[in-house]
């Protein structure tokens, strides 16, 4: 992976027809997706349940590009082996899954792989500072984590321009979960985003069997982003 601070679409799987996680990942990417996003969930940390190391195996044969894989389980530690030979990209772990985040991005990186440190809306950006040695990517949620179509939560921009600003030049790519439309991109994107998640916002009007739509609304988002930079 090459950093850049291009923004990039990253479709979440949590909006797929979870029986066709295959073609969905391949219609994805066919129709201009940048990443693909996976999203983990335990019912312990979320109140939600997804899948777990082998369905993200199985679905990274379909992935030609970079597999971003998002866990909102506690704990994490005794799963970062599994899912980092699942053939994860980016593996992310939240701030508040504790309770060795340091040693969980260490764990992360020992992989090879990238490490990014996911955030909640009520979490503040005080602890992150400790940590930018450590990170390659930081997720800002703007919805509370546990399932797609939530509403943006707006009060999360001023953080995002609080973190770009303690980023600084560090190669550190800024992600957004939650909420992302054609509406609310051109907010997270002046804040200084560069990787948007959007579950909903791409998947709404389409299908494996019809993916036409998907390019469309990821050409929405993408154009939105662009245009308010
Ligand atoms: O992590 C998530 C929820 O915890 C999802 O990735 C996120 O909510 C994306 O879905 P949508 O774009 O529909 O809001």
Redesign the pocket.
């Given at each position: 992976m090459t950093f850049s601070r291009a923004i990039k679409i990253a479709p979440?799987i949590?909006?797929a027809d979870f029986a066709n996680f295959g073609a969905e990942c391949e219609a994805i990417e066919a129709q201009g997706a940048d990443w693909v996003?996976v999203?983990v969930m335990d019912g312990h940390f979320?109140p939600n349940l997804t899948f777990g190391p082998a369905t993200c195996a199985a679905i990274r044969k379909h992935i030609k590009g970079v597999m971003d894989v998002?866990l909102?389980i506690a704990p994490v530690d005794p799963y970062i082996d599994a899912f980092a030979q699942a053939g994860a990209d980016v593996l992310t772990a939240h701030l508040e899954a504790g309770p060795h985040i340091h040693r969980t991005l260490q764990a992360i990186r020992a992989h090879g792989i990238k490490a990014g440190l996911a955030i909640n809306p009520g979490t503040g950006i005080e602890s992150v500072t400790e940590l930018l040695d450590m990170v390659d990517l930081i997720c800002v949620?703007t919805?509370n984590?546990?399932?797609?179509?939530?509403k943006f939560i707006t009060s999360q921009v001023s953080k995002v321009q609080r973190l770009r600003q303690m980023i600084g030049d560090r190669p550190i790519h800024i992600e957004i979960?939650?909420?992302?439309t054609p509406e609310t991109a051109p907010l997270v994107a002046a804040a200084g985003a560069d990787v948007l998640?959007?579950?909903?916002?791409v998947f709404k009007g389409g299908s494996v069997t019809n993916p036409a739509p998907y390019g469309e609304n990821i050409r929405a988002i993408r154009a939105a982003a662009e245009a308010a930079r």
């Open positions: 979440s949590l909006s996003h999203d979320v998002h909102m949620m919805v984590p546990g399932f797609g179509g939530q979960d939650g909420g992302i998640v959007a579950g909903s916002g």
